[in-house]
């Protein structure tokens, strides 16, 4: 009663010192209820050794809940050795007396093979005891067995049942999960609105996979009727939770501007959040962003890699899309017989792209033995189900008379369908078809509309054939300045682009000699072209003296034109420059102003110095703890928590503002991520003798 102040004042130390009668006396809840106060350092300095102890005892007097907490420590090494089979082996003594819970942990560590040998139907059976015990989560965890029919026989019926009985139990997940069922027709009929009202269920008890399930069902009208922008806010708050699918999610909705305002910046940071948390379908979303420079600089081989880590987790887009940089030599060294590899790897899990592409590899020979026949009922099956560049390839198939009786009309029609399904190419191809009248009655206009469309669609065939129809003003009035144009728009991106990666390689000597003049060239080049990444990397060259002779000055004005046009980097860097007085005089209320506009468009680091500077200049009218506090926090989820830095900033803004219990955990965080660094061990010191 004192411990929780039922009937009573609140008086830890008071409930310590009965609580420690009562288990000398041999009470073991007394012994349980005082290793908690140890554990969680209430009414008595906090001990994990001491809560191990007390946790100990009471097993030994017979606390089925004692041996739990006791397996508990073992099993996550708190105030003891980690030690898992010694965790199944407290486990065990609470299940037999009766503890829901251990049976549970227990029948998960079978579940997992995690300090006993894997036994899928042990564990089934011991989920059974818990959920019979009315531990909800359990009959959620073996309702998933019977779904999938390990270590039991698959029932989905009786999976759904069960995840009926953990839902009204009040678990989250589990009226996702029964959602799930509902909306699929598993185990129980399709039923839609039933699915979304169980998603809402879900969702509104904190499961964040039933707020991204809402959110989809909100975006395609499935079940409720669709609302794009319930969807976007919906799958906000799943990514908030920590759903990677919501944040997948959330980032086509910004990428596509469904339900949101485009901002293709964000959706690159929501992907590559995802593809962080292991979500491998958003490791191909940011791989097609960074190779097409949709939100960042075009970045061949920081696709490559991302589509390497979303096949290698077999998501099957990834594998076709690193056969298409493997087949062009984009990022890595053109391996034909590679792609084909990964095309055929796609194509067999499904994939109608990876399909598409293996048959245009075999109808030309590429990386594999030509076999037009092969091809052709490839780019048939692809074509078949959809899939535009399948429709597009055997267009060309029929153009060309490869594989298949040569006929322009066929190849025209194809051409539209693939056309109609944008795929740019085919666009092209049409218009080609257009302009000579090849299978369709020849006309420039037509042609000309077909080139604008793929050019819009930033296909540089596209934008180099329209400029063709500008210089001899067929289908659109000759217009010689509109040709340059358009031919600048095709190939100077791509050139400049390149040229901002090759300068990163040669700054720090990766694949190449390392040689800063070379890299600022390079810079100077596509900043020259009006390459935006280019001229903060130039910037940045001239502020370090990289390459060049350091020059304050000569940074300054490339950083302000870049952040003049919305590059949150650039803003960042002229926070620096003003809040340091580099190369202009100090002036920490224009820094506040750059670092806010970086911040305002999720640049960590500017958040991060912006909460460092309100939280600790001595400029009174600046100077705003409270406010640095959101900004460090925003600053550590922008980051993954992956910078000790800036964690270090969130920890100083939580001491400034009174919160020295969390300010020590967050400088410990950033301690973990750099151990041998003094200054972290120095800060830690400090932040535990204010919590002292």
């Not at 019977?146 to 009040?170: H, M, S």
């Not at 030509?370 to 535009?388: F, G, I, T």
């Not at 009655?441 to 042609?447: H, K």
């Not at 965080?669 to 010191?685: G, I």
Request: contains cysteine; charged residues 25%.
């Amino acid at each position: 009663m004192y411990a929780y102040g039922n009937g009573v004042a609140k008086d830890g130390a008071r409930a310590v010192s009965l609580l420690r009668q009562a288990c000398k006396g041999g009470d073991s809840q007394g012994c349980v209820m005082l290793g908690v106060m140890y554990a969680l350092g209430r009414g008595v300095a906090k001990r994990e050794t001491r809560a191990v102890a007390l946790y100990h005892r009471a097993c030994e007097l017979g606390s089925a809940v004692g041996c739990n907490f006791l397996g508990a420590r073992y099993e996550n090494g708190n105030g003891v050795a980690k030690n898992r089979a010694r965790a199944a082996s407290f486990y065990h003594r609470a299940c037999d007396g009766g503890n829901a819970g251990g049976c549970m942990k227990l029948g998960l560590m079978y579940d997992t093979g995690s300090g006993v040998a894997k036994d899928e139907a042990r564990a089934a059976s011991l989920y059974q005891r818990a959920c019979d015990s009315g531990a909800a989560i359990s009959c959620n965890s073996l309702g998933l067995m019977y779904e999938n029919g390990r270590g039991v026989a698959k029932d989905e019926a009786r999976a759904v049942a069960l995840y009926l009985r953990a839902c009204d139990g009040g678990g989250a997940a589990d009226c996702t999960n029964l959602g799930v069922m509902y909306d699929n027709g598993r185990g129980v009929a399709k039923d839609e609105p039933r699915a979304a009202a169980l998603y809402r269920r879900g969702c509104d008890g904190g499961n964040a996979l039933g707020c991204s399930n809402l959110g989809f069902d909100y975006s395609k009208g499935i079940g409720v009727a669709k609302d794009e922008s319930r969807a976007a806010a919906l799958y906000q708050q799943a990514c908030d939770d920590g759903s990677v699918i919501g944040c997948r999610n959330l980032g086509l909705a910004y990428e596509y501007s469904r339900g949101v305002i485009k901002d293709l910046a964000r959706a690159v940071a929501l992907f590559q959040r995802s593809c962080d948390g292991g979500k491998a379908a958003a490791c191909t979303n940011a791989g097609f962003m960074y190779r097409n420079g949709l939100g960042v600089a075009k970045d061949y081989i920081r696709a490559v890699s991302l589509y390497q880590q979303a096949c290698e987790a077999d998501d099957a887009d990834g594998c076709q899309s690193l056969g298409v940089m493997y087949d062009k030599g984009l990022g890595v060294a053109k391996d034909e017989a590679r792609a084909v590899v990964l095309y055929e790897r796609a194509c067999d899990a499904g994939d109608l792209a990876g399909c598409s592409n293996l048959g245009y590899s075999y109808a030309h020979g590429r990386g594999v033995e030509k076999d037009e026949a092969r091809a052709v009922a490839l780019l048939q099956r692809a074509c078949d189900a959809s899939e535009a560049s399948g429709c597009s390839n055997l267009g060309l198939a029929y153009e060309r008379g490869d594989g298949v009786t040569k006929d322009e009309i066929r190849a025209a029609a194809l051409y539209q369908q693939a056309c109609d399904g944008s795929d740019t190419w085919a666009c092209v191809r049409l218009g080609s078809a257009y302009w000579l009248g090849r299978g369709v009655a020849r006309d420039d206009v037509r042609a000309a509309a077909l080139y604008q469309r793929a050019c819009d669609s930033g296909d540089t065939e596209g934008c180099t054939s329209l400029a063709a129809a500008y210089e001899l003003g067929r289908g659109v009035p000759k217009d010689v300045s509109r040709e340059m144009a358009l031919l600048k728009q095709a190939c100077g991106p791509a050139e400049d682009g390149q040229c901002t990666y090759l300068g990163g390689a040669y700054e720090r000597g990766i694949g190449v000699p390392k040689d800063q003049t070379r890299a600022v060239a390079l810079y100077q080049r596509a900043c020259d072209n009006g390459y935006g990444a280019s001229c903060i990397n130039l910037a940045r060259a001239y502020l370090l003296g990289l390459g060049v002779a350091k020059d304050e000055a000569r940074a300054l004005p490339l950083f302000q034109r870049e952040c003049d046009v919305g590059y949150p980097m650039a803003c960042s860097n002229l926070g620096l420059m003003y809040a340091s007085g580099l190369g202009v005089k100090k002036d920490e209320a224009r820094a506040v102003a750059f670092y806010t506009s970086a911040c305002n468009a999720w640049e960590p680091l500017a958040c991060n110095d912006l909460a460092w500077l309100l939280a600790t200049t001595q400029e009174p009218s600046l100077r705003d703890p409270k406010a640095a506090l959101p900004l460090a926090r925003k600053a550590v989820h922008l980051s993954d928590s992956k910078s000790a830095a800036i964690l270090d900033t969130l920890a100083e803004a939580l001491y400034l503002n009174g919160l020295f219990v969390e300010a020590l955990e967050a400088e410990r965080k950033a301690l973990e991520l750099e151990p041998d660094k003094q200054e972290w061990k120095d800060r830690v010191a400090f932040f535990a003798k204010a919590v002292k």
